[in-house]
């Protein structure tokens, strides 16, 4: 398979996205569509260009809200150097954790990933002289600056956020585009065959989960940043299924179906949840019917559309 052209007519309709939305919604809700949009594509980049199913990116998305949250209010960081370490946190803590992970396969794979997002949770729990536990890690500044740049209204915050993810969603696609983004895709296709052909097929696991942890802990750093708090529930199990969610309904094949995915969750439950306080039922019906009828997600329609326009 050859490696896909970079950047290319995704890459601008991405950018024409992250443009448009402040002016449609509201610019605190096109914020947190940008930080679920970077978490969802850490999912994307496992499922999509490794079919890595992986339940446990919540957990490094939490770690990088609690040690943004700490290096913000403790150690007085500025943001610039925050945002940093919780990306590096992220990559260092699953790279870790994968070395274990990896040596298993299928389903081992993905409990021993639900295994350790779980050990993460009550590690929170038990370390609340510096988690704060269930009551969460507060008392954040709202008001920031990066490289002298003042980031204090809802427009400034939602800049960095969008600019955090295209920088996050140029790397997918330049990895996709690579010599690597081959070889993960040869696993992804035959992992048995990539493994005879001499690839170290752990390693190149490795790595991916990495990358795609330090993407999960930028996205939990500016979460940690916009809220000014820490919700424990940003290291539980369903911070996990949440971003799984958006990536699937956006659809895995290409990295820009996690901004599909996480525009779609998040505007369409800020809309239900004031109408029906049961409104993730419909968000389960619509994950029964993309799975069944929608493999490829809200994504592959515009691209089925593009290609019937581009044949005709």
Request: cysteine-free; aromatic content about 10%; glycine content about 14%.
């Amino acid at each position: 398979m050859g490696a896909q052209r970079f950047p290319d007519v995704t890459t601008a309709i991405v950018v024409a996205v992250l443009v448009a939305l402040p002016i449609f919604v509201p610019t605190t809700l096109a914020s947190q569509v940008a930080i679920f949009a970077t978490a969802t594509l850490s999912v994307t980049l496992l499922l999509g260009s490794v079919g890595l199913l992986s339940f446990g990116q919540g957990l490094y998305l939490g770690v990088g809200s609690y040690a943004a949250g700490i290096l913000l209010r403790d150690a007085g960081f500025g943001l610039g150097p925050t945002l940093v370490t919780a990306t590096v946190a992220g990559a260092l803590l699953a790279g870790v954790l994968g070395a274990v992970i990896v040596r298993r396969q299928g389903v081992y794979f993905v409990m021993l990933t639900l295994a350790f997002a779980q050990m993460g949770f009550f590690a929170m729990l038990a370390w609340k002289d510096v988690t704060g536990g269930e009551n969460g890690f507060s008392g954040l500044s709202r008001t920031f600056t990066l490289f002298g740049l003042p980031i204090a209204s809802a427009l400034s915050f939602y800049l960095l956020s969008a600019g955090a993810f295209l920088l996050a969603f140029l790397a997918v696609q330049r990895i996709n585009s690579s010599p690597l983004g081959t070889v993960l895709t040869a696993i992804r296709e035959n992992e048995a065959r990539s493994e005879a052909m001499g690839y170290d097929v752990k390693l190149y696991k490795i790595v991916a989960l990495a990358v795609a942890g330090g993407i999960a802990g930028l996205s939990g750093g500016l979460h940690a940043a916009f809220l000014g708090f820490v919700p424990p529930n940003n290291i539980e199990l369903e911070m996990s299924q949440r971003i799984l969610v958006m990536a699937i309904i956006g659809g895995v094949g290409s990295p820009a179906g996690a901004l599909v995915g996480s525009g779609f969750y998040t505007l369409v439950s800020e809309l239900l949840s004031e109408l029906w306080a049961r409104w993730l039922a419909l968000i389960a019906l619509l994950l029964i019917a993309i799975v069944l009828y929608l493999p490829g997600g809200l994504w592959s329609i515009g691209a089925r559309l593009a290609g019937r326009r581009a044949d005709g």
